[in-house]
C-alpha cells in the first residue's frame, strides 16, 4: 500500500521556520522525484520545489528560491522542505508528490499525500 504522510505543519509568526517531513513506503522511493505543492483557498495547486531521484538537481518556485530548501534522504524514504523567512503569502496547505517517469515508455506513475496545513500569522 503506498502512503506519503506529511507532517510539521503549524502555526508559525511572520520571519519564522518550519521543517516539513514526508515519509514515504509501498514504493520504492529512490526511483522517483519527489516534490513538493502548495495550495492556498481559493488559489490552485502550485509546485512549490523538486528534487531528483538520486538528489542531485533542485528546482524551486521564484517566490520561494532562497527561503526554501528541499532534501531528501534515500534511506529513510523521506524528504523534506525547510522553510524559512515565512511569509503570510506561504500560508497554504502542503503536498508531497512522487513522480516517476519510465526513460522509454513515458509512462508516469504519481503519488500523492494527504496535505499538512502551513499557516503565517502574527
Known amino acids: 500500500q503506498v502512503q506519503l504522510v506529511e507532517s510539521g505543519g503549524g502555526l508559525v509568526q511572520p520571519g519564522g521556520s518550519l521543517t516539513l517531513s514526508c515519509a514515504a513506503s509501498?514504493?520504492?522511493?529512490?526511483?522517483?522525484?519527489m516534490s513538493w505543492y502548495r495550495q492556498a483557498p481559493g488559489k490552485e495547486r502550485e509546485l512549490v520545489a523538486t528534487?531528483?531521484?538520486?538528489?542531485?538537481?533542485?528546482n524551486y518556485l521564484d517566490s520561494v528560491r532562497g527561503r526554501f530548501t528541499i532534501s531528501r534522504d534515500n534511506a529513510k524514504n523521506t524528504v523534506y522542505l525547510q522553510m524559512n523567512s515565512l511569509e503570510p503569502e506561504d500560508t497554504a496547505v502542503y503536498y508531497c508528490?512522487?513522480?516517476?517517469?519510465?526513460?522509454?515508455?513515458?509512462?508516469?506513475?504519481?503519488?500523492w499525500g494527504q496535505g499538512t496545513q502551513v499557516t503565517v500569522s502574527s
Open positions: 509501498g514504493f520504492t522511493f529512490s526511483r522517483y522525484a
Open positions: 528534487i531528483t531521484s538520486a538528489g542531485g538537481s533542485t
Open positions: 508528490n512522487a513522480l516517476y517517469i519510465a526513460v522509454t515508455t513515458k509512462y508516469k506513475i504519481n503519488y
